[in-house]
């Protein structure tokens, strides 16, 4: 089985990237079988979708269509395909998920989803290109807003929710949301963030 990890934060060894690790090892403590894959979005060259959408006119009946664009999001997609189980982390930024989380989803948005889906008079919504079931757990961090508060300012955990679920088939079986580790501090999420990854076995 296949985990992979998605880190959104541009900064390394931080909230996201310790409460994913912490997820992780929720998982293998679960099942040390499982062979993960952690990708920190910084560290690839992710360009910016550019809207051709050649990816949502692709009548591929493979489970992706290509993209345009040439970059690190080729090998990016390789992993993705191989995946049964993922992990997004994303820092809370003005609200919404993280720049390098956002650009990613974009990019995985179209090339993962074929139009195909109606809701009343709305046509050609995102569905899934291929039937492989995938489970995912999100988590998010933010600095200063506790998570009484979370309704407020965490817009990320829907948007990755929908977007995983409507271009990956990945159903969101756990959430976390980090609230304000700037005066809490990220470790007093640690065991939620265990039992976080438990969820995904
Ligand atoms: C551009 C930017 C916007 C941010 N917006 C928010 C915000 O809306 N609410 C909040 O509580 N913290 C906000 N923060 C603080 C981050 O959520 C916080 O530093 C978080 O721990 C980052 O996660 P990381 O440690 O994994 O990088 C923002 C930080 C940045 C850089």
């Known amino acids: 089985m296949h985990l992979l990890a998605i880190i959104g934060s541009p900064r390394k060894g931080k909230a996201t990237d310790s409460l994913v690790d912490k997820a992780i090892e929720g998982v293998l403590m679960k099942n040390p079988d499982v062979l993960i894959k952690k990708i920190y979005l910084s560290d690839h060259e992710i360009n910016y979708c550019k809207d051709c959408l050649s990816c949502w006119k692709s009548d591929t009946k493979g489970p992706i269509a290509k ?25 809370i930024h ?54 009484r508060y979370k309704k407020l300012c965490n817009w990320a955990t829907p948007q990755i929710m929908g977007v995983i679920k409507d271009s990956l088939n990945a159903k969101t079986v756990g ?26 076995l």
């Open 94 to 147: 003005m609200g919404y998920a993280s720049a390098l989380m956002m650009t990613f989803l974009e990019r995985i948005c179209w090339t993962f989803a074929k139009p195909a889906k109606n809701y009343i008079i709305i046509k050609d919504c995102p569905a899934p290109r291929s039937d492989k079931k995938r489970k995912a757990v999100i988590t998010s961090a933010s600095g200063m807003i506790p998570p």
């Open 67 to 91: 993209c345009v664009i040439r970059d690190d999001m080729d090998n990016i997609n390789k992993d993705i395909l191989k995946s049964d189980l993922l992990i997004m982390g994303t820092p």
């Open 175 to 200: 959430a976390l949301y980090a609230g304000d580790v700037w005066h809490k501090g990220v470790d007093h999420y640690f065991d939620k963030a265990i039992k976080l990854g438990q969820k995904l």
